[in-house]
């Protein structure tokens, strides 16, 4: 059983910068970063391979967040520069073997933790 736990969330301003990380037991896997504004559905944001050579992005968010790992740690991070009021949500870590952007992909999931961006 995998377990994933969120972390560095929390209020910034527009334009801030935030750094989530996201720590996982177990093996190595396929890790994806979802988010969920209120009132809708869960939603890719990015992944990365399980050693980190292959990074995807939703285009959203692309040019703006950055997705790394450090294995050694077992934790994956991602790195939101310029947010905006609309980044606003409750980010979900996942963790799969199959890279890809939907849920499906992903076999495991941490609690989730809140990102609110103000104006």
């Known amino acids: 059983q995998v377990q994933l736990r969120e972390s560095g969330g929390g209020l910034v301003q527009a334009g801030d910068s935030l750094r989530v990380s996201c720590a996982a037991s177990?093996?190595?896997?396929?890790v994806g970063w979802f988010r969920q504004a209120a009132g809708t559905e869960r939603a890719f944001v990015a992944a990365?391979?399980?050693?980190?050579?292959?990074?995807y992005y939703a285009d959203s968010v692309k040019g703006r967040f950055a997705i790394s790992r450090d294995n050694a740690k077992n934790t994956v991070y991602l790195q939101m520069n310029n947010l905006k009021p609309e980044d606003t949500a409750v980010y979900y870590c996942?963790?799969?073997?199959?890279?890809?952007?939907?849920?499906?992909?992903?076999?495991?999931w941490g609690q989730g933790i809140q990102v609110t961006v103000s104006s």
């Open positions: 996942a963790a799969g073997i199959r890279f890809g952007e939907r849920r499906d992909d992903y076999n495991y």
């Open positions: 177990g093996r190595s896997f396929v």
């Open positions: 990365v391979s399980q050693y980190g050579t292959i990074t």
